[in-house]
């Protein structure tokens, strides 16, 4: 079985532009979160969807970033204008639902993206 | 609020055990268990349910500790493969919120 699928891999941009990311979860898995990993402030959630509706975005930094999720096996990330502390590896992860108690999340590869 | 994980780092010998745990300031309804590469994608161990505890993973076994809202993770006989990121997740009761702990880095050598 495919697992969750992400891209880009890496991702280099100059302050300011629009970044989108993407994410494919897993066939039937029913929640998909979002995630950023610094060294800073290591794994941080930043928003969680169940069967498409966004559930809790209080994660989500600021106005600049915006999360989709249109069907099943789609969900987008993006940040409008893009700021170089924005910086970070970015992780998609899917589960049936109940992920945040009795569920296990399965992780894509992330993306890893750098503003200048 | 953050779980913190103690220790911060461990460096192992093959075939020797090591222990992590996660301590949460608040009340600890499950405790999930990933372990992080360099480089690469947390992966999951385990999950313990309020009440138990789940082996899950090699050597690696878990327990979970409700009334002192902890969870600590034990590594019997580590692996050069064991070496990497590891840390607990937990969900808030009654919300949808999830959380990651502080990672605790652990090295096995040769």
């Known amino acids: 079985d495919a697992g969750v699928i992400q891209s880009p891999r890496h991702e280099v941009t100059e302050m300011g532009q629009e970044v989108t990311l993407r994410c494919k979860p897993i066939s039937g898995h029913n929640s998909l979160f979002w995630y950023r990993q610094t060294m800073m402030r290591g794994l941080e959630l930043l928003i969680y969807f169940n069967n498409n509706v966004p559930i809790d975005d209080s994660g989500m930094p600021e106005d600049r970033f915006s999360a989709k999720m249109p069907n099943a096996s789609f969900s987008t990330l993006k940040i409008q204008p893009s700021e170089p502390r924005d910086s970070a590896v970015y992780f998609c992860?899917?589960?049936?639902?109940?992920?945040?108690?009795?569920?296990?999340?399965?992780f894509g590869d992330g993306t890893r993206l750098s503003i200048l | 609020q953050q779980p913190v994980q103690s220790p911060q780092a461990v460096i192992l010998r093959e075939g020797e055990d090591a222990v992590i745990n996660c301590s949460s300031s608040k009340a600890l309804y499950s405790v999930h268990w990933y372990r992080q590469k360099h480089g690469e994608a947390p992966v999951f161990l385990m999950i313990?349910?309020?009440?138990?505890e789940q082996k899950g993973h090699e050597k690696i076994s878990a327990s979970f500790n409700e009334k002192k809202q902890q969870s600590s993770l034990y590594l019997t006989a580590s692996q050069l493969s064991y070496s990497g990121t590891y840390f607990c997740g937990t969900g808030e009761r009654g919300t949808y919120k999830y959380i990651f702990g502080t990672g605790t880095r652990l090295k096995v050598l040769a």
């Open positions: 313990l349910l309020k009440g138990g």
């Open positions: 992860a899917s589960s049936l639902l109940g992920g945040v108690d009795n569920q296990p999340q399965h």
